[in-house]
C-alpha cells in the first residue's frame, strides 16, 4: 500500500484500538481532512465505522475503520493483508487468508492464489488454490513452511488453470473445486508398501514413537532440519534415496514413498580423502579470533558407561573412526604473517588416542578431582599441525570423548557416535558422503561485513578484557515441554526474553545453524567437519508471541548473509539427542556440560551464550556468561523467563482459550499483565 497522501493519517490498530507493534496485523483506520461525517441515513454503520480519533487535535475528530488488515513494516510502508470479516479461525488462531496468500504469491512460480478454510469430517483446514506457471506446486509447502507458523501452513495445494471469479471480479468462492484427500486426519492410517512401512520405522525411531502413519505430518510430529538429515542418512542406508529439501516439500510417509527411483543418489569417493582444504566460513572466522591456543577449542560429549568396556576393541574402533572421517585428520599451519592454511593428513593413527584410568580405588572426594584433571589434560591434546584432534577418556565408569571444533559440530557428534557405536560392536561403517573438502570447495566465496548492533546492558564497568573462558560461568535451566519444541519457538522465546531486559522491542543475536544446505551434487548426511553458519538475526517483538513467532519465521527464511557475526548474544539450537544410541548400546548420552573445552586465557566473543538442546524429552538450556560483566541473579532471571516465554509460545500454538471463559481480548490483556509482571522483577 505503500504510505499516505499529505493531510491523511493512517493507523494500524489492533482490538483495543492501539497502535500495532511494526510486523503486527492490524485493522487500517484513516483519519485527517479527507474523512467524511458518516453514512448518508444510516446511523447504525455510521456508529460501527466512524469512530473517535484519540490521535487526532481537533475536537470531535473521527477515524474510519475500514475493515482492512495490514501490517506496518519497519520503514513504515504498510502491506495489504486482507478484508478483516474474512478473517478464520483454526487451531485456536486467528487467521488471514489473504496473508497467506500473499506469501504464496512471492514464489516465483505463482501466478494468483486464493486461501480459503473448508471444513469436512477432520474438522477445519487451509486449502491453498493457485495458479502457476509450470502447473506443479510440490515447491509450496516448503515455501509457506519457511514463512509461516504451523497453523497457518495450508494443508492441501490444489493448482487451476485460472481462479474462478464473480462478475464483478471477485473471487468466486462457490466454484472452487473441493481438495481430494491427500492430506491425514486425525486417524492412525496404516502404511501399506514395503517403501512406507520402511520410513514409518525411520520416522518412529528419529521421532521416538510408537508407530507413525502415512498420512502423518513429519514436523507436527515434532520433526526439524537437523532430525530431516538423520531421517535421510536411514532411508538412504535403507535403500531410499532422499534429500531434505524433499522432506520439507513432501512431509507424509505416503508423499515421500510415492516419489520411487526419481531421486539420483549422490556418488562420493570411498577412498581415503587427502590434501587441501579450503576453510569454511567459520573456519575462517575461528582462525580470525586469533586466539593464544588456537589448539584448545574444542567439542566434548560426556557417556555413561552401562557395562566394562575392552579398551583395546575400543581403541580400534576409536582409530577407526579417524580413518573413515577426513575431518578428523584435518591440520591447520599458521604462516609467519598470520595467515592459516589446511589439509588432511594420510588415513595414519600414529599417536595415542585413547586414556584409561582406573579411579575406583580412590576416595569420592579424590576420585571426582582426579577426573577433573584427566578431563582438563585430554582437552589440552590435540595438535593442529599434526592432524590430532580426536581423543578419548575412559575411566571406567565414564567415557568422555574430545574433538578439536575444526573437525567437528553437533550433527558430526550425532555422526560420530553412531559410527563409534557401530565400530565397537563390530559393524562396518556405511558408505561415505560427500567429503568437507569437496563440500567447501564447491562454496561461494563470500566476504560479508560486520552488521551494526547495539550492545546489551552491562552491569559492572569491567574492561571486556575480562570476558576470557575461564572467567565465564553456566547457568543451566531445564523443561519438560508439553508440545515438541523447534527452533522458531525458541527463537521467538529467547526475543521476548531479552526485549523485555533491554527495554527495547527489537532485539539482534546472532544464530547458529548447521550449514549443510542441499545441493544436487552433494550428499552430507554421514560427512562429518565443522559446517556450521553464524549470521545475525534481528527481530521485532510484539504483544503477541505468535505474531513475533511469524516474523521470526520470515527473517529464518530470508537469514542476514550479507552480514557477518557481529551481535553480543548467539543462541544454538542443537536440536534433539532423545535416546540417540539406542538401548542396546554400551553407553548414553549425559546431558552434563563439559568443562575446560576452551583456552581459559582465550576471549570469548560473546557476552552471553545461549545454547539449548532436547536430551530424552527435557529441554535443556546453557547460558554462559561473564560475572565480571553481569550478575549471576540476572542471568537466572533471564534464564527463568525464557523457559516461561517458551512455554507461553507453546502453549498458544496448541489451540483454544474459549474454554477457559476468556475472549481474545480478555486473553490479550492477561498476557500483557503477565508481561508487566515479568517486566517488573529484579533486574540488576
Keep these: 500500500l505503500g504510505r499516505p497522501l499529505p493531510h491523511v493519517r493512517v493507523h494500524v490498530l489492533d482490538t483495543r484500538f492501539r497502535p ?10 484513516i483519519g485527517g481532512a479527507g474523512v467524511s461525517r458518516g453514512y448518508l441515513g444510516r446511523p447504525a454503520l455510521t456508529a460501527e465505522r466512524f469512530v473517535p480519533d484519540p490521535f487526532g487535535a481537533v475536537p470531535g475528530a473521527r477515524l474510519y475503520r475500514t475493515g482492512d488488515l495490514a501490517r506496518r513494516l519497519a520503514d513504515d510502508d504498510l502491506v495489504f493483508l486482507g478484508r478483516a470479516d474474512d478473517q478464520v479461525k483454526i487451531r485456536g488462531h486467528r487467521v488471514e487468508p489473504g496473508e497467506i496468500a500473499n506469501v504464496l504469491r512471492t514464489h516465483s512460480t505463482v501466478r494468483e492464489a486464493a486461501v480459503v478454510l473448508r471444513r469436512d469430517e477432520d474438522g477445519p483446514r487451509l486449502i491453498a488454490y493457485v495458479v502457476t506457471r509450470s502447473g506443479e506446486t510440490a515447491e509450496l509447502r516448503d515455501h509457506c513452511a519457511r514463512r509461516l507458523p504451523d497453523h497457518m501452513v495450508p494443508a492441501a495445494f490444489v493448482p487451476l488453470e485460472v481462479l474462478p471469479r464473480t462478475p464483478n471480479g471477485k473471487l468466486d468462492r462457490a466454484a472452487l473445486p473441493e481438495p481430494e484427500r491427500t492430506e491425514p486426519g486425525t486417524a492412525y492410517v496404516a502404511p501399506e508398501t514395503d517403501a512406507e512401512k ?21 514436523f507436527t510430529l515434532g520433526g526439524d532440519s537437523i532430525l530431516s538429515i538423520q531421517v535421510v542418512a536411514q532411508a538412504t542406508q535403507a535403500g531410499i534415496t532422499l534429500t531434505p529439501p524433499l522432506l520439507f516439500q513432501h512431509p507424509t510417509i505416503a508423499e515421500l514413498a510415492a516419489l520411487g527411483p526419481r531421486v539420483p543418489a549422490v556418488e562420493a569417493d570411498q577412498g581415503p580423502v587427502t590434501g587441501p582444504v579450503r576453510p569454511s566460513p567459520v573456519q575462517r572466522w575461528f582462525f580470525e579470533q586469533d586466539l593464544p591456543a588456537p589448539h584448545h577449542y574444542n567439542q566434548a560429549v560426556l557417556l555413561r558407561v552401562r557395562e566394562p568396556l575392552d579398551p583395546v576393541a575400543l581403541e580400534k574402533s576409536l582409530r577407526a573412526l579417524v580413518i573413515h572421517h577426513d575431518s ?9 604473517g598470520g595467515e592459516w592454511t589446511m589439509d588432511i593428513a594420510p588415513p595414519i593413527v600414529d599417536y ?12 569420592g572426594d579424590r576420585r571426582t578431582t582426579a577426573h577433573e584433571d584427566l578431563v582438563a589434560r585430554a582437552q589440552t591434546t590435540h595438535d593442529l599441525a599434526r592432524g590430532k584432534l580426536l581423543h578419548a577418556l575412559y575411566t571406567g565408569h565414564h567415557l568422555l570423548l574430545t574433538a578439536h571444533h575444526l573437525a567437528t559440530d553437533g550433527i558430526s557428534w550425532r555422526i560420530l557416535l553412531e559410527h563409534l557405536t557401530a565400530a565397537y560392536g563390530g559393524t562396518r561403517l556405511p558408505r561415505k558422503t560427500t567429503s568437507f573438502q569437496h563440500w567447501t570447495r564447491d562454496l561461494a566465496d563470500e566476504r560479508p561485513e560486520p552488521a551494526a548492533t547495539e550492545p546489551i546492558p552491562r552491569e559492572r ?14 547457568v543451566t535451566t531445564s523443561l519438560e515441554p508439553r508440545r515438541p519444541v523447534t527452533q522458531d519457538v525458541l527463537l521467538t522465546a529467547l526475543a521476548h526474553t531479552i526485549a523485555t531486559w533491554i527495554h527495547r522491542p ?3 543475536f546472532d544464530v547458529e545453524h548447521h550449514g549443510r544446505t542441499h545441493a544436487p551434487t552433494h550428499d552430507l548426511t554421514r560427512t562429518t567437519g565443522w559446517f556450521t553458519t553464524i549470521h545475525p538475526l534481528t527481530l521485532t517483538t510484539t504483544h503477541d508471541p505468535h505474531t513475533t513467532l511469524q516474523h521470526t519465521k520470515n527473517q529464518l527464511s530470508e537469514a542476514d548473509r550479507r552480514h557477518r557475526p557481529s551481535a553480543e548474544i548467539r543462541f544454538n539450537y542443537l536440536g534433539r539427542f532423545d535416546g540417540a544410541l539406542g538401548e542396546d548400546a554400551p ?24 545454547n539449548a538442546m532436547v536430551i530424552d524429552g527435557t529441554l535443556r538450556v546453557h547460558w554462559t556468561y561473564c560475572p565480571a560483566l553481569h550478575r549471576r541473579e540476572t542471568v537466572e532471571t533471564l534464564a527463568g523467563r525464557f523457559l516461561r516465554e517458551t512455554e507461553r509460545v507453546l502453549d498458544g500454538e496448541g489451540g483454544d482459550f474459549t474454554g477457559a471463559g476468556l475472549s481474545e481480548p480478555d486473553l490479550e490483556e492477561f498476557m500483557d499483565h503477565l508481561d508487566d509482571v515479568f517486566a517488573s522483577e529484579g533486574e540488576a
Aim: glycine share 6%; aromatic share 8%; charged share 20%.
Design 587 to 610: 553407553w548414553e548420552l549425559l546431558p552434563d556440560a563439559v568443562d575446560g573445552t576452551a583456552d581459559p586465557s582465550g576471549r570469548r566473543p560473546y557476552l552471553l551464550d545461549v
Design 461 to 474: 564497568a569491567e574492561s571486556p578484557e575480562v570476558n576470557t573462558y575461564g572467567n565465564a560461568r553456566t
Design 198 to 218: 520402511t520410513l514409518a520405522e525411520i520416522w518412529a525411531q528419529v521421532l521416538h514413537l510408537d508407530r507413525v502413519g502415512r498420512h502423518d505430518n513429519f
Design 20 to 29: 500495532a507493534p511494526a510486523w503486527a496485523t492490524g485493522e487500517i483506520h
Design 328 to 336: 578428523l585428520r584435518l591440520r591447520a599451519f599458521r604462516s609467519p
Design 352 to 363: 595415542p588416542i585413547l586414556t584409561v584410568a582406573d579411579l575406583s580405588g580412590l576416595p
Design 506 to 508: 527489537t532485539v539482534t
